[in-house]
């Protein structure tokens, strides 16, 4: 079993900053890419970013510039800092974690940008 831990969400401020974490443990070996989706209220799940196991990362259009993804491969670790959040931004963010072949997600950690 593969256990996906997130931490780090809550309310902000327009143009505030937060820091999501997420600890993979359990059956993780072959794991490789580790990243972030999102989910706002009526709306689909999308790809926030991505990091793979050399540290490739791939971002939204929309979180380009604003938002770094990174890991820490020792810690089986990976981080969002989302700086200059917008009411937009508000969402649930689900880690996930591919393990060989297998994606695993997290329970998912409520943002909310508001003033």
């Known amino acids: 079993q593969v256990q996906l831990v997130e931490s780090g969400g809550g309310l902000v401020q327009p143009g505030g900053s937060l820091r999501l974490s997420c600890a993979a443990s359990?059956?993780?070996?072959?794991?490789?890419?580790m990243g972030w989706y999102r989910q706002a209220p009526g709306k689909q799940r999308e790809l926030v970013a991505f990091?793979?196991?050399?540290?490739?990362?791939n971002y939204a259009d929309s979180v380009k510039g604003r938002f770094t993804i990174s890991r820490d491969n020792a810690k089986n670790t990976v981080y969002l800092q989302m700086n200059s959040l917008k009411p937009e931004d508000t969402a649930v963010y689900y880690c996930y974690a591919r393990v060989a072949a297998m994606t695993h997600w997290g329970q998912g950690t409520q943002v909310t940008v508001s003033s």
């Open positions: 990091i793979t196991s050399g540290g490739s990362t």
């Open positions: 359990g059956s993780i070996f072959g794991l490789n890419v």
